[in-house]
């Protein structure tokens, strides 16, 4: 069974830039879910896509946008990069999108704003 | 507006020392309750879960937690706890409105066993 990726791992951009974030999930699992971790904080949630559909969203500004593709693997968009960007981002995913789905983590892609 | 609050940021222990983590969260519907583990070097994983029925639930490697949601909280607690415990652990919240899903997560907890 594999377990959930990410790429890339480390990323640099300068301010205003656009990036993308990959991430691949679990076998089975049709649900993903974004996530920022700034240093010193707890992860928080920018939203989930279930089934290619955008199934929750956190107070995050329309300039972070996702994607979900029928083999459920997923896109991160961040567009006008600010400084404030800088941070961990984490995938999870789950088996489905319901009351009782368990999240399984991705090791994380660290963004870099200059 | 819905919260977590972890009160201790920093826990020091000695080798098998109780462990009670405190965990407050702020959401009047239901609610699905979690705590996370990150061990050093490793990615975030799930040490227990609640979502209905008996409010003690316990989890891997001897952990467990109580729901009181009197008082919308969920400790976790360890009897006695191992060097290889030292780890960050987060405290989460799913709640869901208008058919969608929100997670919710507290600042995390540092805690360090000395051996």
């Known amino acids: 069974e594999t377990g959930v990726t990410q790429s890339p791992t480390h990323l640099i951009k300068t301010r205003g830039q656009q990036v993308t974030l990959r991430c691949s999930s679990q076998?089975?699992?049709?649900?993903v879910s974004w996530y920022q971790q700034a240093l010193g904080q707890g992860p928080q949630f920018i939203f989930q896509?279930?089934?290619?559909?955008?199934?929750g969203r956190g107070n995050f500004p329309p300039r972070f946008s996702g994607l979900q593709f029928p083999n459920y693997s997923s896109e991160l968009n961040v567009n006008a990069l600010e400084l404030d960007d800088s941070a961990l981002y984490l995938c999870?995913?789950?088996?489905?999108?319901?009351?009782?789905?368990?999240?399984?983590f991705g090791p994380g892609t660290r963004l870099t704003v200059l | 507006a819905q919260s977590v609050s972890q009160h201790n940021h920093h826990v020091i222990l000695s080798e098998a020392a109780s462990l009670e983590l405190g965990c407050n969260y702020s959401?009047?519907?239901?609610?699905?309750l979690f705590w996370y583990v990150q061990y050093p070097g490793q990615h975030l994983q799930l040490l227990l879960k609640?979502?209905?029925?008996?409010?003690l639930v316990k989890g891997i490697k001897g952990f467990e937690a109580e729901f009181i949601k009197s008082k919308f909280s969920f400790n976790l607690r360890k009897p006695s706890v191992q060097w290889s415990d030292t780890a960050e652990y987060f405290c989460?919240?799913?709640?869901?409105?208008?058919?969608?899903?929100?997670?919710?997560f507290g600042t995390g907890t540092r805690l360090k066993v000395l051996a």
């Open positions: 999870a995913s789950s088996l489905e999108a319901s009351n009782t789905d368990t999240q399984y």
């Open positions: 076998s089975g699992h049709n649900t």
């Open positions: 896509y279930y089934r290619e559909e955008e199934n």
């Open positions: 959401y009047g519907g239901t609610v699905n």
């Open positions: 609640y979502f209905s029925g008996d409010p």
């Open positions: 989460a919240v799913k709640s869901r409105g208008s058919g969608t899903y929100k997670y919710i």
